[in-house]
């Protein structure tokens, strides 16, 4: 049986809603074996992060050097990378990588704690964008990254352009439409390569508030749909409608903010 191998390289979040748990039960749940390289653990519920505990640079190193020596790795995603230290760390372990890297660019959380480090934005620019295969910023993080307001069509293409020309000349950006302030009933993702025009990826609107997870779930799934051979628009296909259906059955098993249900598909 070939089941492809997905490594995640992100933060521990305690509260099991996102990070690292997020990314193991997305990966099992779309069918792949997933592994686990963690940068930070943090204490946290559904009523927001009170501390974080990076890990050093050189542990970083040396799970991965020994993740890579024991296992195949088909695709990888990236989520919460924290600060300097860790990304030069991953930047250096991912060199000459040979399977397809998913960036989500994490900055903050659900609950508006910062996860990534003032000082971290420009080594995630030089060195993690031109590793990825496909980034998947947020309507907040396009805006970071391309210092661009977004409150129109335009700005969005124009943030677009931006960030894709901080990327490597094969990736993917895929701007995710879910932080758009909208009454309509469909959330529009889009898709920018370089030399072709946008592709618009709409998906219908879900009304909840136990959305913790949200974007580490969409790069967990995407990572497996390319660990599995789909092509990037497939792959993100297939990971919209993995994440709108563990949506539409959500909830809270604490306090606060509930997770998306990873197990959503997988339920008589």
């Not at 492809?4 to 792949?32: E, R």
């Amino acid at each position: 049986m070939h089941v492809p191998n997905i490594l995640t390289i992100a933060g521990s979040d305690s509260g099991g809603g996102a990070g690292i748990q997020a990314d193991l039960k997305t990966i099992m749940a779309m069918g792949c074996y997933g592994m686990s390289a963690i940068t930070a653990l943090t204490a946290q519920n559904g009523l927001g992060v009170q501390g974080i505990l990076a890990s050093s640079g050189a542990f970083m190193t040396l799970q991965l050097e020994t993740i890579f020596a024991g296992f195949e790795v088909h695709a990888a995603k990236c989520g919460m990378l924290f600060n300097a230290e860790i990304i030069n760390a991953v930047a250096d372990a991912l060199q000459g990588k040979t399977f397809p890297l998913v960036v989500d660019p994490v900055s903050v959380s659900q609950s508006g704690s910062r996860l990534l480090s003032e000082e971290a934005i420009t080594p995630l620019v030089e060195r993690m964008l031109p590793l990825a295969d496909v980034l998947t910023p947020n309507i907040p993080e396009a805006e970071m990254l391309s210092g661009l307001a977004i409150r129109s069509e335009d700005a969005l293409l124009e943030a677009g352009s931006r960030v894709l020309a901080l990327c490597g000349s094969a990736t993917c950006v895929l701007i995710k439409g879910g932080h758009v302030e909208s009454s309509a009933e469909t959330v529009t993702d889009v898709l920018f390569r370089k030399g072709e025009d946008p592709v618009y990826l709409p998906q219908a609107k879900v009304h909840t508030t136990n959305n913790h997870g949200t974007g580490c779930t969409l790069s967990a799934a995407i990572a497996s749909g390319l660990g599995k051979g789909e092509d990037v628009i497939e792959a993100v296909r297939h990971a919209q409608i993995f994440l709108n259906r563990a949506l539409q059955e959500s909830y809270a098993p604490g306090r606060g903010c509930g997770p998306v249900n990873h197990a959503a598909g997988l339920l008589a």
